[in-house]
Each structure stands twice: as C-alpha cells, then as structure tokens.
C-alpha cells in the first residue's frame, strides 16, 4: 500500500490583540479588557493546534483594535510581505479584534504582496469566558491558512465556521460569536474540523494584482468620514476638507445627501478634491451615471470605513480623481 505523505506546513501566528487575547471576570462575556495575552500564550492554551502545523508566533500589538493604527498596518503588512519571501514559511494568521477586523484585512488585502494565505481570526468573547469563541476560531484559521484551497484567493477571514473575503466582510453583531457575515454575498465557504470547503471567490482585484505598494511607504494621505443624517451641518465637510486629504460621505440610500451638502460637495469636487460617496445602509451598490465632478466617485460595495482605507491607498499613487473612481470599480 502507498501512503501519501502528508507535508506539515509552517504557519506564523501574528498577534494584534484583540477580545481573542482579551481577559476579564472569569466566565463572564463581557467587561473586560482586550489585548492582555500575547499571541505565543494564546496558542499554547488551544490543545491540539500544534498537531495541525508548525506553528510560531510574532506579537506585532496587542491592542483593542479600535487603537490600531496606520503604522500597525504598514507593520503587519510588511511583516508578512518580507516573511512571506521564505520558502519555509507557508501561510499567516492574523489574530485581531473584531471591531475593526474588516478595515485591516481590507488594507491587507490590497497590500500584502503573496499567494501564500493570510487568513484573519478574532473572538467575541474574551479568552477567560464560559465558552469562549477564541480557540475554536483560531483552530479553524490555522486549518484554513495550512490549506491549499487558500492560495491565491486574497485575504480571508475565518470565523464561526465561514470563511470570507477581506473585500466583503462586514461585522454584524456586537456580541453574537456569529459576528460576520458578506451580506448579499453570503460567504465563500466553510471549515469543519480538519477541512475546508470553497464555493465562492471574490472578483474584485487584490494581493499580488493589487497595484498599491508599501515599499518605501512611511505614512499614508488621511482620509475621513462624514456620516450624513437629515438635517446634518454642512460645516463638518469644510472642516474635513480643511483636515483631510479626502473624504468619504456616509450618505442616505443610495449615497445620497441634503441640497446644502451636495453643493459643497460639488464645489470640493470641482477644486480638485477628492469626496466619494458610498451609504450608511447595511447593503447595497452606490454608483451614478451621473457626472463624476458633481456627484463624486462612487464606493460600489464597500462600507464608509473600507471606502477610507481604498481612498487613502488610492491618493498614495495619485490625486487625479478619473483615475481614483477606476480604481473604485476594480478593488
Ligand atoms: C476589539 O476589537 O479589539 C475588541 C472587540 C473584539 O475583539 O471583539
């Protein structure tokens, strides 16, 4: 009998922090204090994740993720970009809060420059909880980031049993461990146990087609978000345009927005400034057939805060906004 061999992969985990490394009153799901473990500790604790790969660690922050920051990006990016050069490494986990998951497996997504997989994990309730989320969703991620099936599929994220794409992730619940959902897109596939299983994949470029590049990258244009609401004062936009290097509009619908905001967006538009419209709504598409000098370049899919991340890499290439609003129909 011929026994297929079956190669061990070498997966780095790198910590973020986090809920996942979060510790609080035992047995308790909420009160507590994120960021607390670090990422080797964390991946001690999880019997059995050693017989799934080999395994090491590298703890980058550790933080609640609402206070990670650009430079933590630009770091973990380019952690994974260098590493992602030896041969003997295989694939990443990224162990991260999930408040703002979505915008950092998005900003990898366009920045990480390797086939090789790079999934993305957190928790909803911290490590010393009843039933804590952590163990099984890190489980799930090194299952998914050793597989095959991953390679060449851009960033993902795995949580709760599905796999989804950094583009499409969004967070749903602030409590449920059933945290994320693609909306309208579902999600791309699943993990139970040791198997993963594919059904969709994203259209939208990224990773190694993505044109945006962090090489020498220090710092990158500040983008903001105006989140519009009937009766919203159009000062917050003279002061944005006056703080920012470009602004997303959390518009109405379909991006829409009041009289008095539309004209002043039109006339940041026609100085050269750059506004893009995408909607506060949970789904949807924001396009416009409209001119782009009047109404602004549209978000398509992306909510408010990946539009931002998308802007910001955009304006890090160019400030001529015909090719920013191209850039927003292929990411
Ligand atoms: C955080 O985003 O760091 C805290 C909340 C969480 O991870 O669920």
Redesign the pocket.
């Known amino acids: 009998m011929i026994l297929q061999k079956i190669e061990t992969k070498n997966i780095v985990i790198i910590g973020t922090?986090?809920?996942?490394a979060?510790v609080g009153r035992v047995g308790n799901t909420s009160s507590y204090e994120?960021?607390q473990i670090e990422v080797n500790d964390l991946v001690d604790a999880v019997e059995g994740l050693s017989s799934l790969a080999n395994l090491s660690t590298k703890n980058i922050t550790n933080?609640?993720?609402?206070?990670?920051t650009q430079e933590d990006y630009i770091k973990i990016a380019n952690y994974i970009n260098q590493s992602s050069e030896d041969n003997n490494i295989d694939g990443f986990v990224v162990t991260?809060?999930?408040?703002?998951?979505e915008e950092t497996a998005y900003f990898l997504n366009l920045t990480v420059k390797t086939n090789k997989p790079v999934v993305i994990t957190?928790?909803?309730r911290p490590a010393t909880a009843t039933s804590a989320d952590g163990p099984l969703n890190l489980y799930q991620a090194i299952v998914l980031a050793r597989s095959e099936k991953a390679i060449g599929k851009g960033v993902l994220v795995s949580f709760c049993d599905c796999i989804y794409s950094a583009r499409d992730v969004h967070k749903v619940s602030c409590f449920k461990v059933n945290?994320f959902n693609q909306k309208d897109f579902g999600c791309l596939g699943y993990v139970r146990d040791d198997e993963v299983y594919f059904y969709n994949e994203s259209s939208k470029l990224h990773t190694v087609k993505s044109e945006f590049d962090l090489k020498d990258v220090k710092k990158l244009p500040y983008v903001s978000v105006a989140y519009f609401f009937a009766g919203a004062d159009v000062g917050i936009l003279d002061y944005l345009s006056k703080t920012s290097n470009g602004v997303v509009i959390a518009g109405a619908g379909c991006g829409g927005s009041s009289k008095v905001w539309n004209k002043k967006i039109e006339e940041l538009l026609k100085d050269g400034f750059p506004v893009v419209r995408s909607t506060r709504i949970s789904s949807g598409l924001v396009t416009s057939e409209k001119s782009l000098n009047k109404y602004g370049i549209c978000a398509d899919t992306l909510p408010p805060q990946k539009a931002r991340i998308l802007l910001s890499l955009c304006l890090s290439k160019t400030t001529d906004l015909n090719k920013i609003s191209d850039m927003f129909r292929k990411y």
């Not at 922090?17 to 996942?20: A, C, H, P, V």
């Not at 933080?63 to 990670?68: A, K, L, R």
């Open positions: 922090g986090g809920t996942i979060g994120a960021g933080v609640d993720s609402c206070d990670i991260h809060g999930t408040d703002t998951l957190g928790a909803m945290a």
